[in-house]
Nanobody, 125 residues
């Protein structure tokens, strides 16, 4: 699976952005998908994840209620709708995928076998 993230950019605090992750491969629909982010000088952190069917979603407490993850298994695409953005959301956002992740591992970077190249989100105050 190859992942291509897009949709990042510069936005003012309170604004919205939608990130997209296009995946190659015929088995996309069987992969759990997610997003991590890394701000300058900080460790990579979990943002959101979605099960292969889309029936289960997981969010970091810092984004719960503001971000929404979804997927379209026909288009091989996962989305991250980000609303009410804050300056602390500024980071490079990475799309991730894994075929065998269990529900207890969604939050951990090493659990994902596939990583996209990242897209930069900058939120100005």
């Amino acid at each position: 699976v190859q992942l291509q993230a897009s949709g990042g950019g510069l936005v003012q605090a309170g604004g919205s952005l939608r990130l997209l992750c296009a995946a190659s491969g015929r088995t996309f629909s069987s992969y759990a998908m997610g997003w991590f982010r890394q701000a300058p000088g900080k460790e990579r952190e979990f943002v959101a994840a979605i099960s292969w069917s889309g029936g289960s979603t997981y969010y970091a407490d810092s984004v719960k209620g503001r971000f929404t993850i979804s997927r379209d298994n026909v288009k091989n695409t996962v989305y991250l709708q980000m609303n009410s953005l804050k300056p602390e959301d500024t980071a490079v956002y990475y799309c991730v995928a894994d075929p065998t992740i269990d529900s207890g591992s969604y939050y951990y970077p090493p659990a994902y076998d596939y990583w996209g190249q990242g897209t930069l989100v900058t939120v100005s105050s």
